[in-house]
């Protein structure tokens, strides 16, 4: 535990950041860090639990509660209040290969489990965790870990997201020989591409991409499997090969109108290119025009809508309006919502916070999404009309007489994803599921009926989160182990 009654004596204070009218003007990072006296004090705040929910994972009424990578946060908390950063960082990376991911873009599942979150004042998981990791950076603590012997076996890991990345290195630190195929131009898959840099410099994945790749781990990028590079040799090639490809089947918008209409972009592609450009020393003309003084309107409510609120900002537009099918959730816990359950409670995000400063007002529409799209002369979409919705008995009824038209040039649609695309199971001979993702045993979920081929990460499971993705690697890696060894220590 931290101080003993430091969660008495200390409030909850969480890492500052830029003012939303400052850090609008770049893509930079806006969050800055907390001196180290302070990150103490946050520390102290663990208390010594009888049972840390924090760090549980455990099924409660349906909903998982705590860290899926049962981090080890009452230990780690402990030693960065007594200044033992050194040892705070190997107890953190016991668990979690990639806290500098986690501690960016995780929603921080253990602190809606912290007891003293119970009254809002949970302790600061999150910020505690990115201050260990950058803090070991800072120190050196953070080196290449070559493994001293080889097993002989090689591993094909297709797609460098969390999960693909947490199995390679998870089975390279075991030994074998692990090399990544990723698609695009730059690993990460969506921690580069899906998630803006003012969330996660682009630099901190290639700080880890430097260091597997002294351990060993062997990138080959812009290779597509399935697509570019045959499939069937990959499988000759390799001892087994895992497929890591995520959930990127985007969710269509059911609109009359919007087939063929121009400046409609589903909401991966639009921040893609935009981080791409970013990257690359700055957004090009051609996206900066399409947003610059533009009416936009994005469809969803959950990170990545948000995430293209605050790239739009960026990029000058004129107004932005977000659309969100479900009911505006209620500002204060529920009494069928008890803790240590995630809250269901309205979540203020960057992106909402920068339209408040901005335009004067939050973005978010609810029970509301578009019933048409209109169109001028040349194609490009010129204004949508929405519609009220509403669930009734599971399904979707829209309110007559509800109908409003709204001013949109540029249509961002952030709806989710419907599962894997399917070009790479077929190739691999692997059938996908009920919900369009690859099918895997019972007795053990990360292996197909194929033979030598696994799949982890949102290509199994389905569209989740970073830190699900990472702990889905560890396990699938155990799995390979299993398969290609006989047992596994992992």
């Known amino acids: 535990m931290g101080k003993i009654g430091g969660f008495l004596e200390y409030e909850r204070q969480e890492n500052p950041e830029v003012s939303p009218l400052e850090r609008i003007k770049s893509f930079d990072e806006f ?25 549980s994972a455990m099924s409660l009424g ?49 602190e809606k489990a912290c007891i003293n979150g119970q009254d809002g004042q949970s302790v600061t ?91 060993g781990v062997i990138f080959k990028l812009n290779s597509d499997i399935g697509k570019d590079i045959d499939a069937a040799q990959i499988k000759k090639e390799f001892d087994a090969v895992v497929m890591c490809c995520g ?21 991966v592609d639009f921040l893609t290119e935009v981080t791409k450009g970013v990257i690359s ?24 809508g948000n995430d293209c609120i605050g790239t739009a900002i ?13 009911p505006k959730p209620p500002v204060e816990r529920q009494q069928n919502n008890p803790w240590p359950q995630w809250p269901k409670t309205l979540r203020t995000d960057y992106g909402h916070a920068e339209s408040k400063a901005v335009y004067g007002d939050d973005p978010r529409v609810f029970e509301t999404t578009v019933e048409e799209v209109i169109s001028d ?33 540029l249509l961002l649609i952030a709806a989710g994803f419907t599962g894997a695309q399917d070009y790479l199971p077929k190739a691999m001979k692997t059938p996908l599921g009920a919900r369009n993702t690859v099918a895997t045993l019972e007795d053990d979920i990360y292996r197909t009926e194929v033979d030598g081929v696994f799949a982890a990460g949102d290509m199994r499971r389905g569209q ?22 006989g047992y596994s220590p992992l």
């Open 247 to 267: 959930a990127k089947q985007a969710r269509a918008l059911d609109a009359k109108g919007i087939e063929g209409a121009k400046g409609v972009y589903f909401a």
């Open 31 to 55: 969050h800055t860090f907390a001196d180290e006296d302070e990150r103490k004090c946050q520390a102290a705040r663990c208390m010594d639990c009888g049972v840390p929910f924090c760090q």
């Open 62 to 110: 349906g909903m998982v509660v705590g860290c899926p990578l049962h981090n080890l946060i009452p230990e780690w908390n402990d030693a960065v209040y007594n200044g033992q950063y050194t040892h705070a960082y190997t107890r953190l990376t016991k668990t979690n290969p990639f806290p500098e991911f986690t501690g960016r873009v995780c929603p921080a599942l253990c």
């Open 377 to 409: 002369s040349k194609g490009h979409i010129k204004a949508i009309k929405t519609v009220k919705v509403a669930f009734k008995d599971g399904k979707l009824t829209k309110q007559k007489g509800s109908e409003k038209e709204l001013p949109c040039d």
């Open 314 to 326: 960026r990029l000058g537009a004129k107004s932005v309006t977000a659309l969100e099918m479900m």
């Open 464 to 485: 989740s989160l970073v830190v699900w993705a990472i702990a889905e690697g560890k396990s699938c890696a155990a799995s390979v182990d299993r398969y290609l060894m």
């Open 125 to 215: 998981v999150h910020d505690n965790e990115l201050f260990i990791i950058e803090t070991a950076f800072k120190n050196g603590d953070v080196k290449p870990r070559v493994p001293s012997k080889r097993s002989g076996k090689k591993i094909a890991v297709i797609g460098s997201g969390p999960s693909g990345l947490s199995v390679a290195d998870t089975l390279n630190k075991r030994g074998h020989e692990v090399t990544v195929f990723e698609r695009d131009d730059h690993i990460g898959g969506l921690l580069m591409y899906g998630i803006p840099n003012m969330k996660l410099d682009k630099k901190v994945i290639d700080r880890r991409q430097k260091i597997m790749e002294d351990e």
């Open 281 to 304: 020393g700055g957004v090009s003309p051609k996206v900066a025009s399409q947003v610059k003084g533009k009416n936009v309107v994005v469809v969803g409510g959950g990170d990545t």
